[in-house]
């Protein structure tokens, strides 16, 4: 199984709204979302990945075939000055629990140097399970996870969990 991130070009902008409506609705679950009138939950920061500097849009593809998206930005959701922040990282149930996760996220970290920040929602069962197991091995043990930490409010008022690590440290 071979698995890339491609970086997702302005043309393909479509591409990606469609899996971030996917993304969104299985969010839903934890944060209790709206969607609008149109029927659809929106992503207000899309169009942001193509008229400001260090936002990255990558699609995740395995063995050629669309299988989610991770999307790097700088903007810390924690009090703290990091570097770069995964702000959205979904994988399509198709590709779950085969290693595409972890893959995907592992080349989404060795895609740039310095200090990290992710944010969980800490009722999201598999992705708690998931980003634990993920962080502590990419990182080898070298990361901080702060849970409930202040100011991260999702839609449903409950506290983020955030990981920090720098990555520098892990390539040597």
Known sequence: MKIELQEVELEEKEILKNLLEKYEYEFSQWTNK????????GYEYLDYYWTEKRRYPFFIMVDGQLAGFVMINDFPEADEEVDYVISEFFVMYKYR?????????????????GRWQLKRHPKNKASVYFWDKVVK???????????????????????????????RKVKG
Do not use: P, W
Not at 34 to 41: D, F, P
Not at 97 to 113: E, P
């Open 137 to 167: 091995e990419y990182t080898k043990g070298d990361y901080r996870l702060i849970e409930g930490y202040m100011d991260t409010e999702y839609e449903d008022g409950t506290l983020g969990d955030v990981f920090f690590f720098d990555n």
């Open 97 to 113: 629990r085969l290693g595409v996760g972890r893959v995907a996220a592992f080349k989404a970290f060795d895609s740039f140097s």
């Open 34 to 41: 709206e969607v609008n009138k149109l029927g659809l939950y």
